[in-house]
């Protein structure tokens, strides 16, 4: 195990902070997507609401392995392959793994965070979007300062969950071949073979960022509870 | 009320429907400035769907509703405007949750750009003053009472400056115990020639302070007049067995 640590433990520290940069740039974009399908989902319109059931519904039913050999493959082999798209691009597109990964984890953690915002929002009492619009309150100014903030407080366990999901998402991504800790720690097997010794190595990484991140959410759940208590 | 007071809600053939049910089946009626109009009935009748189409809170399905002179029942006029004209108070309250006392009346003055910061709060003051809850600003709803809520929730419609007010059973919630100072703020409005539409199940009060009582049941008006004629020479049937039913 030390020795491992010894000669790998820089080169495996570096595959972490890929796992890190992925998985920051999918949480990104993913919570920008997710509420931007969660409120298409709760507005009222009929087009909005099925167009965020039908984003929610695909990303949910296909796994994201699947979802990643087809943006990372698929997509570039079918834009290559079309004669329309040949005649706007100079070159051949090309995803790079980070591209078609942060891609990939982006549109996965947005669905399922357009589902935690979507939940979050409906379990809000009607009458506090009634008792504001009634007030001349506009349908937008109304969620943003009554219900959203309501609404968040509740559901910051689910998307602290969800961020430790969408961490975990990112070892998915070794098989296009992404850098990231997996990806790298069966590098170091394949040198070494001690496999034993690398997966308790990889495992208790991801299981320090975890806690870290944990940590991180609950302070920052006790901040926002500070001064205004739960009501009912 | 005298013959020239102008009109300030006039309704005509209001139906509507939710799905298949047929909730309200053309009511037709004018209420005048300063006027309070009482609305009685059995639940499910249709009164509180009545209210709520009075600020379209209930999309209106056919008639026409004007309020204020502006025509509600028409798609394209902009309720946010002709709302901040008409309070309105809920049965369950419905304080923001997320904010304390005074935010909770200064919101909807500061969002829509009605006064500054400082004479929000001074006006928030002088409500919450009328509502003898001035030493609760700070407080946030959860650490009230149901009448006190129910008071904030008065004062918070007062701060928009409304010329209408509707009440949606503001007393159905509250212990037996707090009804009394709710009504004793919903009187000094009527007193202060408040134009207001109260639902409600205190016939006491209807008596007292109505200037005209409706009787809703079945989704239309079944009877309407004075509190005398209504609450002791009732003539419909429905409205006889209603009120032997509640007093």
């Known amino acids: 195990m030390n020795q491992i640590i010894q000669e790998y433990g820089i080169f495996l520290l570096e595959a972490m902070g890929q796992t890190l940069l992925l998985a920051l740039l999918g949480l990104f974009f993913g919570c920008i997507i997710g509420v931007f399908f969660g409120l298409l989902s709760v507005v009222d319109n009929k087009v909005c609401n099925v167009i965020s059931l039908i984003y929610v519904n695909i990303i949910r039913g296909v796994p994201m392995i699947v979802l990643a050999f087809f943006i990372y493959l698929g997509i570039p082999y079918a834009v290559n392959n079309s004669e329309w798209f040949k005649g706007i691009l100079s070159e051949p597109l090309v995803f790079t793994a980070l591209t078609a990964g942060s891609i990939c984890l982006s549109l996965n953690c947005g669905a399922y965070m357009a589902e935690i915002i979507r939940a979050g929002i409906e379990a809000i009492d009607p009458g506090q979007m009634e008792a504001a619009r009634s007030l001349g309150l506009p349908y937008w100014k109304s969620m943003f300062r009554v219900v959203l903030p309501q609404a968040i407080k509740n559901m910051i366990p689910s998307i602290v969950n969800q961020f430790i999901i969408t961490l975990k998402d990112t070892s998915i991504l070794s098989v296009i071949g992404f850098p990231e800790l997996v990806n790298k720690a069966q590098n170091v097997i394949s040198i070494t073979f001690k496999s034993f010794q690398v997966w308790i190595i990889v495992g208790i990484m991801y299981l320090i960022i975890i806690l870290a991140l944990q940590f991180v959410a609950k302070m920052l759940e006790r901040r926002l509870n500070r001064g205004r208590r739960h009501s009912h | ?247």
Do not use: W
Not at chain 2, 8 to 13: D, G, R
Not at chain 2, 33 to 45: L, N, Q, R, T
Not at chain 2, 221 to 228: A, S, Y
């Open chain 2, 1 to 247: 009320m005298a013959e020239d007071t102008p009109i300030k809600i006039h309704v005509e053939n209001l139906h509507k429907s939710f799905h298949k049910n047929h909730v309200l089946r053309g009511i037709t009626t004018d209420i005048k400035e300063g006027e309070v109009v009482v609305i009685i009935g059995p639940s499910g009748g249709g009164k509180s769907t009545f209210l709520r189409c009075l600020n379209r809170l209930e999309d209106i399905t056919k008639g026409t509703v004007i309020v204020d002179g502006f025509d509600i029942s028409s798609k394209k006029t902009n309720m946010n405007k002709v709302r901040e004209n008409i309070g309105m108070v809920f049965q369950h309250f419905n304080l923001f949750a997320n904010l304390n006392v005074l935010s909770n009346l200064t919101l909807a003055p500061l969002e829509l750009k009605k006064a500054n910061k400082e004479e929000a709060k001074q006006e928030a003051m002088k409500m919450l003053d009328m509502v003898g809850l001035s030493e609760k600003a700070e407080s946030y709803p959860h650490e009230l009472s149901g009448g006190q809520r129910q008071r904030v929730a008065i004062a918070r419609a007062l701060c928009m400056h409304p010329d209408i007010m509707l009440f949606d059973e503001p007393t159905s919630a509250l212990d037996p115990e707090m009804v009394g100072e709710v009504l004793a703020v919903m009187k000094d409005l009527a007193k202060n020639g408040m134009t207001m539409v109260i639902v409600t199940h205190e016939m006491g009060f209807a008596r007292d302070v109505a200037d005209r009582v409706l009787f809703i049941a079945d989704g239309v008006i079944m009877e309407e007049g004075t509190p005398e004629e209504i609450f002791n020479n009732p003539k419909n049937e429905r409205t006889k067995d209603f009120l032997n039913a509640v007093l």
